[in-house]
């Protein structure tokens, strides 16, 4: 009897520092992940935080993260404020190449990038940034983009466009406003004239109403609805393609650019170039971010994208909301980084013009 005793008196002694034991260790695992969260808070109360957006006021890159600016900065630990700042230039290089060299790297500077920026890493490798080395935060919709040609252009589709030639504006050789132009000219024989220098879809929307232009290279199905809706009322504008590999539902009637190929090798390299919607609107940090701010700030974009005011205001804004967390979409990210030399090479071609 007195040896049971003395077993169980061991075995609930043994239990007893078991417990103990695993308490401690919690606690261990506990106070770093307060610390950080603290530490992350203290470093942003008080401050603010820039977003760089590669465009002029009142496209669809501007719009989205007006909207963002409003309502990200009460998700991040210490409620800095958010300010939106526009640095327009060779179609979101300027702004690109400044969040990676010219900022702190400390969790203060963000950007939205053209979302076919990628693209231009694979034709300039020497350029001072690389897509896949920034952090990428989330994002808050993938992308509808049209060609778009005005009433009076001698060609409204793109069929007419092989017979007479097209004058389109866009913003820089490597974007996708001159190189899905430069493809189709020949893949299909179409005869767009490319006209480069436009900062922006804004600039481009009044180079066509103007007559400067027959058309644009790129504006978005958002800023076309909020900006421009009389184009819609009075079938001002045309719809040549989307930019993509399907179609939207709502135009339903205007095919998506990778229809126009009439060969695999063909479909590749117009998928590629379609390939900016899944980027969509985006948010990168500083590719050298501390990264316990990183993760703060994931955390805090996916909270603000759920936040049913957040979900409000952009519908009050008439824009969608498609989101996609920072991982999955670095991951996207760093899949089209490794794109085949191939067919690297066939669009280093076409950027030729």
């Known amino acids: 009897m007195t040896t049971q005793c003395r077993c169980a008196t061991k075995t609930r002694n043994a239990c007893r520092l078991t417990s103990l034991l695993a308490a401690a260790a919690l606690c261990v695992t506990m106070v770093p992940a307060a610390a950080l969260a603290d530490a992350v808070s203290d470093f942003y109360r008080g401050k603010a935080i820039n977003i760089h957006v590669g465009f002029p006021p009142g496209g669809g890159y501007d719009i989205y993260a007006r909207l ?6 009460r998700h991040i630990p210490g409620n800095p404020s958010v300010v939106v700042q526009n640095m327009p230039g060779g179609g979101g290089i300027r702004a690109a190449g400044y969040l990676a060299n010219a900022t702190p790297q400390d969790g203060r500077a963000l950007g939205v990038f053209l979302d076919s920026l990628l693209l231009t890493t694979m034709l300039q490798p020497d ?23 005005w009433h009076t252009a001698p060609a409204k589709s793109v069929e007419e466009a092989k017979q007479s030639e097209f004058v389109i504006a866009a913003t820089a050789r490597t974007s996708t406003s001159a190189l899905i132009p430069y493809a189709l000219n020949q893949l299909i024989g179409t005869k767009f004239k490319v006209v480069l220098g436009y900062n922006g879809s804004g600039p481009m929307a009044l180079a066509m109403e103007r007559g400067e232009v027959h058309g644009l290279g790129g504006m978005s199905w958002e800023a076309i609805k909020t900006g ?5 009322s009075d079938r001002s504008a045309v719809f040549l393609f989307r930019v993509g590999t399907e179609r939207h539902p709502e135009l339903p009637n205007v095919r998506a650019v990778t229809e126009f190929a009439t060969s695999p090798k063909d479909k590749a390299l117009l998928t590629l170039l379609g390939s900016g919607p899944d980027i969509g609107r985006s948010l990168a940090a500083e590719p050298r971010i501390p990264a316990e701010r990183a993760e703060a700030l994931r955390r805090a974009f996916m909270t603000m994208v759920r936040d049913p005011a957040f979900r409000a205001d952009a519908e009050k804004r008439k824009l ?3 989101p996609l967390d920072g991982a999955r ?9 490794s794109t085949p030399p191939e067919l690297v090479e066939r669009l280093k071609a076409v950027a030729k013009g």
């Open 329 to 337: 979409l670095q991951r996207l990210i760093d899949e089209a980084v």
């Open 68 to 73: 963002v600016g409003d309502h990200f900065g």
């Open 320 to 322: 969608e909301v498609d």
């Open 228 to 232: 421009k809706p009389q184009w819609l």
């Open 127 to 149: 350029a001072k940034f690389a897509m896949d080395k920034f952090v990428w935060i989330g994002r808050v919709t993938s992308t509808t983009t049209y060609v778009v040609g």
